[in-house]
């Protein structure tokens, strides 16, 4: 079993930028994908980005351009750069933790607010 402890949500102004961290404790092995999705009351979960162990990226159309992410797997430690925001971007981004078929792990969630 992982543990995911994510930081770094808040509030921001449109436009301006972000940076959420989620760092996983427990026994890890790879391959591994670590990512983020984001949650609005009342929708379903949304994909945001994932980034695996051999840092292969992959982007929601929504926020290509906008965000990176990125890992430090020196600290198990995931990031979502988080630019360019928008007011419809505010949303529960969760973190995610996958390791092969049987391991799929959440985070608590952090908000994030964007302000117009």
């Known amino acids: 079993q992982v543990q995911l402890v994510e930081s770094g949500g808040g509030l921001v102004q449109a436009g301006g930028s972000l940076r959420l961290s989620c760092t996983v404790s427990?026994?890890?092995?790879?391959?591994?994908?670590m990512g983020w999705y984001r949650q609005v009351a009342g929708k379903e979960r949304e994909f945001v980005a994932s980034?695996?162990?051999?840092?292969?990226?992959n982007y929601g159309d929504s926020v290509k351009g906008r965000f990176i992410i990125f890992r430090e797997n020196a600290w198990n430690t995931v990031y979502l750069q988080m630019n360019i925001l928008k007011s419809e971007y505010t949303a529960n981004y969760y973190c995610?933790?996958?390791?092969?078929?049987?391991?799929?792990?959440w985070g608590k969630g952090t908000l994030v607010t964007v302000s117009s």
């Open positions: 980034i695996s162990s051999g840092d292969s990226t």
């Open positions: 427990g026994r890890i092995f790879t391959p591994n994908t």
């Open positions: 995610n933790y996958k390791e092969g078929f049987n391991l799929d792990q």
